[in-house]
């Protein structure tokens, strides 16, 4: 079934008002090829127009069963014209958009916003199975730990004098853009710059053969299945392909995301807004409504709970 794709955040906003609309968008893109009991498979599936769900014919518990069933909706009391809503202005908003904004915008608590947020940005953290390739940048940098970004008392509880200590190092691989597609990031956070934490990152997302640029860091020293070039500033290539320019456009769109958008990112969580940032990112050629499609269709499967956010159990494999 085609579903109407609305294109801009008001054209978001009246569609997705109807819960059928939410409805038919999110079969539209979890079964494209007809509605599937998330349980058992099957396809013997009764729609229910009157409670809004369908009844799987198999022979199984827990028969029952709405678009939200094994999705990061699951078990949220919310509606899907809320949760399509928050999602659209996480995807869209080019610096991201903070909880507080979440919560004024769709009228809910700011801490079921926080909650909403970063269910969405587990959904955008989509792991891309293949290694990026070509001519690669990698690069790291720190976040976080900037004083006049907190609240005053946070401020006197967080600076001890020392500085920097609230800094999270993040790794940075871009693959420039070609003739068949746009450049693309990925970002990480690792703990710390030492050759091993680099080069284990450099092989899971790159291709053995790639042309590689670094700077002159030494731990990045003895990556011999790439083409490694390093960087020197004090030496002008005739190519002037060797730079590390894409990820340095990528780290002042993430800074200024993180600093001007977000009170504070904790490190706990700051993988997901790197997440979010490489989304948006990678996605960058697309309308809006292109995008929103794309991160709609990240959230099937994926589910997670109020523990995982604040930490009480492990974050998810
Ligand atoms: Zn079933």
Not at 59 to 83: C, M, N, V, Y
Request: glycine residues 8%; proline residues 3%; contains cysteine.
């Amino acid at each position: 079934m085609e579903a109407f794709e609305p294109n801009t955040l008001q054209e978001a906003v009246l569609y997705f008002a109807s819960p059928d609309n939410c409805r038919e968008y999110l079969v539209a893109h979890r079964w494209p090829d007809g509605v599937v009991c998330p349980r058992c498979g099957g396809t013997t599936v009764l729609f229910q127009p009157k409670y809004n769900r369908w009844q799987c014919g198999g022979k199984h518990a827990l028969r029952q069963f709405t678009s939200k069933t094994g999705t990061i909706f699951e078990d949220s009391p919310l509606g899907l014209d809320k949760w399509l809503l928050a999602m659209w202005q996480v995807v869209n908003c080019k610096n991201g958009v903070s909880s507080y904004e979440v919560h004024r915008a769709i009228g809910v608590t700011q801490k079921t916003a926080w909650f909403m947020d970063h269910r969405i940005r587990l959904a955008l953290g989509m792991a891309p199975a293949e290694k990026l390739s070509g001519h690669v940048e990698a690069d790291e940098t720190f976040i976080g730990g900037k004083a006049r970004n907190m609240h005053a008392s946070k401020r006197l509880t967080r600076i001890t004098g020392t500085g920097g200590k609230d800094k999270t190092a993040v790794m940075g691989i871009l693959e420039r853009s070609s003739k068949e597609s746009v450049s693309r990031v990925r970002a990480t956070v690792i703990p710390n710059r030492k050759k091993k934490a680099l080069q284990a990152e450099v092989r899971a997302h790159v291709e053995a053969g790639s042309a590689l640029y670094t700077d002159a860091l030494q731990s990045y020293s003895g990556l011999d299945e790439f083409e490694h070039q390093v960087v020197d500033h004090a030496v002008q290539y005739v190519d002037g392909r060797v730079h590390t320019n894409g990820l340095e456009n990528f780290w002042s769109l993430l800074k200024r995301g993180i600093h001007g958008t977000y009170v504070s990112v904790e490190p706990f969580h700051l993988f997901r807004y790197l997440d979010e940032q490489a989304f948006r990112f990678n996605n960058r050629k697309v309308t809006d409504g292109e995008r929103f499609s794309i991160a709609v269709s990240g959230i099937v499967g994926k589910r997670l709970t109020f523990d995982h956010l604040t930490g009480k159990t492990e974050a998810l494999a």
